[in-house]
């Protein structure tokens, strides 16, 4: 069974663009959540989506957005980016929504540098 | 009170001796506790979860302790391993939480010498 893809892995902006990421969730998982991971904050939650609804949304700027297609594969949304935008960026999937049962399953992230 | 504390920041362990790590939490809405490993270059996985109406949990030589009236729960490896070396980090939910997703610690680097 194919785990959670993330694409692309690595990329690099300069301030004030913007960037989209993908993730793919594991066949059947209908929850997605995104992570942003920094040395420093660690792991904050930006928000998660269930059949293609937003469900919860961390402590984010509106720069940051997300969307979820019918066939559950999810786009996070980078605006105006800022040089601490720079991060790994986590998706992770399960079968229901995270707050149920706490078991997602990680991507390996796509590692966003800001310049 | 969203917030999961973990300590230590990193930790050094010889091989076969016991690591252990530690977290604490303040809301007691919270009623699903796992633990993730992270291995450099790769996204956490999840190791072990626990909920609070049981005080230990054991998979292996990872064992979960709970401590629900101290708000705190613990990782402990037994024999540990070289391979074992990675970042851990602890989390918590609740379905009646404000926020309805994983609320992660700061996560411990644990380096298993040889």
């Known amino acids: 069974k194919a785990g959670v893809t993330q694409t692309p892995r690595y990329l690099i902006k300069t301030r004030g663009q913007q960037v989209t990421l993908s993730c793919s969730p594991i066949s059947g998982h209908r929850s997605v959540s995104w992570y942003q991971q920094t040395p420093g904050q660690g792991l904050q939650f930006l928000f998660e989506y269930f059949s293609e609804t937003q469900r919860n949304k961390g402590n984010f700027p509106g720069r940051f957005s997300g969307r979820q297609f019918s066939n559950s594969r999810s786009e996070m949304n980078v605006s105006t980016l800022e040089l601490g935008d720079s991060a790994l960026y986590l998706c992770?999937?399960?079968?229901?929504?995270?707050?149920?049962?706490?078991?997602?399953?990680f991507g390996e992230g796509s590692r966003l540098t800001v310049l | 009170q969203q917030q999961v504390k973990q300590s230590p920041q990193s930790l050094i362990v010889q091989k076969g001796g016991i690591s252990i790590i530690n977290c604490a939490y303040e809301?007691?809405?919270?009623?699903?506790f796992p633990w993730y490993q992270q291995f450099p270059g790769k996204g956490p996985a999840l190791l072990i979860a626990i909920r609070p109406d049981v005080s230990e949990k054991k998979e292996g030589r990872f064992t979960i302790s709970f401590n629900k009236s101290a708000k705190q729960f613990s990782l402990h490896i037994m024999d540990s391993q070289p391979g074992d070396s990675a970042t851990y980090f602890c989390?918590?939910?609740?379905?009646?939480?404000?926020?309805?997703?994983?609320?992660f610690g700061k996560g411990t680097k644990l380096s298993v010498k040889p």
């Open positions: 989390a918590a939910t609740g379905y009646g939480g404000s926020q309805g997703n994983l609320i």
């Open positions: 809301n007691t809405a919270f009623d699903y």
């Open positions: 992770a999937s399960s079968l229901v929504a995270s707050r149920r049962t706490g078991e997602l399953f």
